[in-house]
Nanobody
Framework: QVQVVESGGGLVQAGGSLRLSCEAS????????IGWYRQAPGKQRELVAT???????NYADFVQGRFTISRDNAKKTVYLQMHDLKPEDTATYYC??????WGQGTLVTVSS
């Protein structure tokens, strides 16, 4: 069964940085687009960034150049490098492979 597992969340002060990882199982990783999403308490899940199988990237407007998504197909891993974090970035961050494989999420908390 194909799965994705997120890691790298934690507590950071405003202005700090974190790198999230999304590691996949199975043999179809390189063929799939991967997306990072986030969900803050009481809010709907929203798209943060995506990367296609050909490494084309797309970002939500609120990222404003602070985040970078990348992929390492040999490691079956997608990264989300986040800089200049803000308290409003506090959320559980989820990885999605393709259209239906979701991870359990990793919590990012940004203190002011």
């Amino acid at each position: 069964q194909v799965q994705v597992v997120e890691s790298g969340g934690g507590l950071v002060q405003a202005g700090g940085s974190l790198r999230l990882s999304c590691e996949a199982s199975g043999n179809t990783f390189s063929l799939n687009a991967i997306g990072w999403y986030r969900q803050a308490p009481g809010k709907q899940r929203e798209l943060v960034a995506t990367i296609s199988s050909g490494a084309r990237t797309n970002y939500a407007d609120f990222v404003q150049g602070r985040f970078t998504i990348s992929r390492d197909n040999a490691k079956k891993t997608v990264y989300l490098q986040m800089h200049d974090l803000k308290p409003e970035d506090t959320a559980t961050y989820y990885c999605r492979m393709g259209t239906s494989v979701w991870g359990q999420g990793t919590l990012v908390t940004v203190s002011s």
